[in-house]
């Protein structure tokens, strides 16, 4: 079955200091990948996308992504995390041109200590 | 560009009232809506996927008869919780696709409370 895993629920992080936020999937295929942000209460923003092509994606608001072939992996890093960016963060997979019926993770909670 | 509207953002009712939920793009065509609920700190669960003029297709566990979903244009989907009870209060949030259908938008999402 396809899956998407999230393996932190929770994550806490000191202002300024670098962040990496894990993401596993499982697909038969290489599929569409994204990392999405949501503030309380809020919809889901879109930070960054993989297709195809090179395998580190840069996205919104400083933040990056590489894409892992070997280890089915689609980690979301960012090398300064401000105050603001602490809030609910889940990677999400589809296929082909269905991608946009997504597969989500858990979601991980960024905590941001001042 | 890619923007997706829902109205209310918010809404409260009585047990056993119907309430409409509304998901727009603003300025895409959205051949594809998607509708999703959240619980409190937990994932988006997709409940529903509607193509313009279609009828939905409803994910398992998911009451088609409780959850009426309308397509009936490339702007507009509704979503109508009937008879709504409080263990349907949530979080429903929709997301749009336009004709390549390789990545969704999504709306920021209607908060239901049922007393």
């Known amino acids: 079955a396809q899956s998407v895993t999230q393996p932190d629920i929770h994550i806490t992080v000191s202002e300024g200091a670098s962040l990496e936020l894990r993401c596993n999937y499982s697909?038969?295929?290489?599929?569409?990948l994204f990392w999405y942000v949501q503030s309380p209460g809020q919809g889901l923003q879109l930070l960054l996308k993989?297709?195809?092509?090179?395998?580190l994606v840069q996205g919104i608001k400083g933040f990056e992504a590489e894409f892992k072939r070997s280890q089915s992996s689609f980690n979301l890093r960012k090398p300064s995390v401000h105050w603001s960016d602490a809030a609910e963060y889940f990677c999400?997979?589809?296929?082909?041109?269905?991608?946009?019926?997504?597969?989500f993770g858990d979601g991980t909670t960024l905590t941001v200590k001042p | 560009g890619a923007v997706v509207s829902q109205h209310p953002s918010w809404v409260i009712c009585k047990s056993g009232t119907s309430v409409k939920i509304e998901c727009r793009s603003l300025?895409?065509?959205?051949?594809?809506m998607f509708w999703y609920r959240q619980f409190p700190k937990q994932s988006l669960m997709l409940m529903a996927t509607?193509?313009?003029?279609?009828?939905?297709?409803?994910e398992q566990g998911v009451e088609k008869d409780k959850f009426l979903i309308n397509h009936a244009s490339l702007t507009l989907s509704t979503l109508t919780v009937t008879s709504a009870h409080p263990e349907d209060s949530s979080f429903y949030i929709c997301?749009?696709?336009?004709?390549?259908?390789?990545?969704?938008?999504f709306g920021p999402g209607t908060r239901l409370t049922v007393l």
């Open positions: 997301s749009a696709a336009g004709s390549g259908n390789n990545e969704q938008f």
């Open positions: 697909y038969g295929a290489t599929p569409y």
């Open positions: 993989y297709f195809s092509g090179d395998t």
């Open positions: 999400a997979a589809g296929i082909g041109t269905n991608a946009g019926k997504s597969t």
């Open positions: 300025d895409f065509q959205a051949t594809t």
């Open positions: 509607s193509n313009e003029g279609s009828k939905a297709t409803y």
